[in-house]
T-cell receptor, first 114, second 112 residues
Framework: AQSVAQPEDQVNVAEGNPLTVKCTYSVSGNPYLFWYVQYPNRGLQFLLKYITGDNLVKGSYGFEAEFNKSQTSFHLKKPSALVSDSALYFCAVRDMDSNYQLIWGAGTKLIIKP | DSGVTQTPKHLITATGQRVTLRCSPRSGDLSVYWYQQSLDQGLQFLIQYYNGEERAKGNILERFSAQQFPDLHSELNLSSLELGDSALYFC???????????FGQGTRLTVV
């Protein structure tokens, strides 16, 4: 079965430090991977996606993600964290065996401390 | 602004009642998805429509139903409401089956 795992419920980072939010996946075939951010009481906002091509994908708000096929990972990164990056982050993958349904991770709460 | 519109933004209703949540997808998007998010919980996929047809079904209760109309807007009907149905309900849309989905701001349903 297709699945997405976000192993950390919460990540704490000091402002100005690099941040990483982890995501691993299990799919058959080539993965279509996505990252979203959710601010309190708001809808999810699309950050970036990997379909094919360069393993380093750049997205909105200075975020990027690195696709690693051998480790089946798609970690979200940012070189220098801002307090305003504090939010809930979701990783998702398209399930090619189930009408391309989006399979979601449980979410990781990112807290950036001043 | 994602381009996905959900109404109403807030809804307070009593147990046993029935409500309808409405979603207008982004212009041109054929797929519509409905999700439920309870307090401090992840996303629970409910149902997906593509161009008027049901495409996939998730953990949707029998008391819940949805449809997508010819103009591509969608409605989620929740009936015989229980306290546990209180949650944020999100609609999302996408252009193609493999595209990213764009989310509305959600409807916060409170059942009292």
């Amino acid at each position: 079965a297709q699945s997405v795992a976000q192993p950390e419920d919460q990540v704490n980072v000091a402002e100005g430090n690099p941040l990483t939010v982890k995501c691993t996946y299990s799919v058959s075939g080539n993965p279509y991977l996505f990252w979203y951010v959710q601010y309190p009481n708001r809808g999810l906002q699309f950050l970036l996606k990997y379909i094919t091509g360069d393993n380093l994908v750049k997205g909105s708000y200075g975020f990027e993600a690195e696709f690693n096929k051998s480790q089946t990972s798609f970690h979200l990164k940012k070189p220098s964290a801002l307090v305003s990056d504090s939010a809930l982050y979701f990783c998702a993958v398209r399930d090619m065996d189930s009408n391309y349904q989006l399979i979601w991770g449980a979410g990781t709460k990112l807290i950036i401390k001043p | 602004d994602s381009g996905v519109t959900q109404t109403p933004k807030h809804l307070i209703t009593a147990t046993g009642q029935r409500v309808t949540l409405r979603c207008s997808p982004r212009s041109g998007d054929l797929s519509v998805y409905w999700y439920q998010q309870s307090l401090d919980q992840g996303l629970q996929f409910l149902i997906q429509y593509y161009n008027g047809e049901e495409r996939a079904k998730g953990n949707i209760l029998e008391r819940f139903s949805a449809q997508q109309f010819p103009d591509l807007h969608s409605e989620l009907n929740l009936s015989s409401l229980e306290l546990g149905d209180s949650a944020l309900y999100f609609c999302a849309s996408s252009l193609q089956a493999v595209s990213e989905a764009f989310f509305g701001q959600g409807t916060r349903l409170t059942v009292v």
